[in-house]
C-alpha cells in the first residue's frame, strides 16, 4: 500500500514537471524533454518497426502510454499509417491540448490504457525519473507495465536509455541491458530486446502477452 501512495506521488512530481517545461518550451520536444523532433522520430520508426513483430496487420489498435502532445500519432497519420490510436498521459494540460488538436480521436488522463487495444507503445516514457532511488524507480516502471499489460492483446514495446552502469543522473535513468532484460524476464512470459545505430543510446524492450 505505501508503495502505491509513492507511486501516486511521483505522478504529481511528473506532472509539476511537465507543467514547468510546457511553460517554458510550449507544446515541443523540448516541452516534454526531448532533444528534436528529429530523435523523436527516428524511435517513432523503430518503434514502428517493431510493432510488426507482434502482427502485420495495417489496423491494430495503439495505445501512446505517455503520449505527451501525441506526436506519435502526428508521425503516423504523416506516414499513412491506420493503425486505431489512442493517447494516454497523466498530465491533463497535455490531454486537453491533444483533444483540442486531434479531435476524432480519444485521449485519456491516465496512466495506463483504460481500453483494450492490441499494443501499448511507450517512447521515452520512463525516461525522466523524479526520485535518485534507481530501484524505486524500476519498481514504478514494473509496477506500470504490469498495468499496461493487462490491456494489452498482443503486447508491449518502450525503450529506455542505457549505459554499463544503472544510474539516474540529472533525473535521467539509465539501465544495463542485461539487468533489465532479467528483471522483465521474472515479471512477464516473454521478453525480447532490440537495439539499433540509428539511436544509439536506447534500448528497445519487447514484451508478449502470450
Known amino acids: 500500500m505505501k508503495q502505491i ?3 501516486k506521488y511521483y505522478n504529481l512530481l511528473l506532472q509539476n514537471t511537465y507543467n514547468r517545461t510546457l511553460k517554458h518550451n510550449g507544446f515541443t520536444p523540448c516541452g516534454v524533454c526531448w532533444n528534436s523532433q528529429k530523435s523523436q522520430y527516428i524511435r517513432f520508426n523503430i518503434l514502428t518497426f517493431l510493432v ?3 502482427s502485420l496487420n495495417n489496423h491494430l489498435k495503439i495505445a ?3 503520449c505527451g502532445y501525441a506526436e506519435l500519432l502526428n508521425y503516423f497519420l504523416k506516414e499513412n499509417k491506420n493503425y486505431v490510436y489512442e493517447g494516454y498521459d497523466i498530465n491533463k494540460n497535455m490531454i486537453d491540448f491533444c483533444r483540442n488538436k486531434f479531435k476524432n480521436f480519444n485521449f485519456y488522463t491516465e496512466s495506463f490504457p483504460v481500453n483494450n487495444c492490441d499494443i501499448s507503445i511507450m517512447s521515452g516514457t520512463y525516461n525522466y525519473a523524479v526520485t535518485n532511488s534507481i530501484n524505486s524507480w524500476e519498481d514504478y516502471l514494473i509496477h506500470n507495465l504490469s498495468q499496461c499489460i493487462t490491456r494489452c492483446n498482443l503486447g ?3 525503450n529506455l536509455q542505457f549505459e554499463k552502469k544503472r ?3 540529472n533525473n535521467i535513468y539509465y539501465t544495463n541491458i542485461t539487468f533489465m532484460y532479467d528483471l522483465l524476464t521474472k515479471n512477464f512470459r516473454r521478453v525480447e530486446k532490440f537495439f539499433s545505430n540509428k539511436s544509439s543510446k536506447d534500448i528497445y524492450f519487447l514484451i508478449y502477452k502470450n
Open 52 to 54: 510488426k513483430r507482434f
Open 167 to 169: 544510474s539516474i543522473r
Open 64 to 66: 501512446d502510454v505517455g
Open 156 to 158: 508491449m514495446i518502450f
Open 5 to 7: 501512495f509513492l507511486f
